[in-house]
């Protein structure tokens, strides 16, 4: 199953009530994700204030990376830490933290995850009190790989991009094998990690978002529901079978998408929303 | 006059308790922001209107009750339907009357993917278009469409009867158009009739199945 919620505003005056607004529509999907969660926000300022570099890590303690990073900042959320400093953050935390594992790395966003029950978790992650631009959602329940901090979506492995999938892929250790051999390095066995690299290495090759998702299409098999966002972007994508829910909500304030229509019905203006579902293999991109 | 349920205080479990333990009589069903399941099993002749838009399942395995969704109806509105009239004023997500054995279902606006999937007697009239795989593997009864049908149309069907208005994207396996005859235009008028539609007869075509993959043969293997 899994749960999919996102947000992304268009209102700046909604921005102070970004985490709520996530929050309520997170508590909705718990059904369809019981084992754990992850959310990606962006615009946050304490989690990334404004020019500084922002790293989300697993495995290590906000105490530890302070003392192992001079001058950064870590804000504790549930088991994931979130640092920020000036300058090349990620170079500093691969040479000074060699065991932890990044989870979201970028400006301007923070990758939150852990295990248990998605609404113990927002509350441990602080999601209400959050304020930004735009966040994804995801309440998992796992089918390919163990439940770990590490195997929670949002899988964010290039500057500022998150995906968080609901279905499964087929193929996916054989693309795993064909990125390995292009050097790209995984943090675990999970299916969707494997499509949020792919997307990844199309970025990094100069595709566009639409173009990236267009070629993901072509390559994986499988079910999928995705939800990928950007530093500037927020995209949705679905197979050619699409069992998959999606829905999508759109008014002048926002763009929202959510497996289930009762996550978007928590939403302001929910009642004057242009609703749909996202047609199979049709990507659908809105730009900040 | 109807009794007032208001999902915003009381449980979905609540209100379907009451609509399998009274005799026939009418409902209004407020706030049901996307629940689940919302009027299900229902055995009398119960007249449910529910004012907003329902989640997964709404009006399952209905016998013999009227319930009107007046909104948008998720995944699997009436399925499993026996008998009765479940009616969607919006849009229906996918497997809209999955498996439903007898009744009516009407959908004012579009239907997803596999409206009609494995349909087993059930008749469903779509005012707008239906999603890809619509009626496959349908058994018996009628899928009338009265916009567009998406990819794969009554793929693998057996006995059930498609009428399209609007353009089909593909036909799945085994399904064909077929000449419309006089009793074909007949049993379509009632059936809009009984939608309060006002669509022309005339202006459908006839899908079914050629018949030819029925029963398991070697030659027949790359259409599976």
Redesign the interface.
Known sequence: MCGIVGLHLREPSLEPRLGALLTAMLGQVVERGPDSAGVAVYGDPRLSPPGRAVVSLLGVTPAEAEAALPGAVAVAADATTVVHADGDLLAAVSAALPHATVIGSGTGMAVLKGTGNPVGLAESFGLAGVTGWQGVGHTRMATESAVTPEGAHPFSVGPGQCLVHNGSFANHATIRRELRAQGAEFDSENDSEVGARYIAHQLAQGADLEKALRLLCERFDGFYTLLVSTGDSFAVVRDAIACKPALVAETAQWVAMASEYRALDVLPGIENARIFEPEPEEVYVWRR | MATLIDLAESPVRELNQALHSTAATSWRVLNP???HAVACGIREDHTVDVEG?V??YCAGMNQHATVTVHG?A??GVAENMMSGTVRVRGNA??SAGATAHGGLLVIDGDA??RCGISMKGVDIVVGGGV??MSAFMGQAGRLVVCGDAGDALGDSLYEARIYVRGTVKSLGADCVEKEMRAEHLAELAELLKAAEREEDPADFRRYGSARQLYHFKVANMTSY
């Open positions: 922001r996307g629940a838009h989640g997964y948008n998720g995944t997500s996918q997803s993917a999603g890809h």
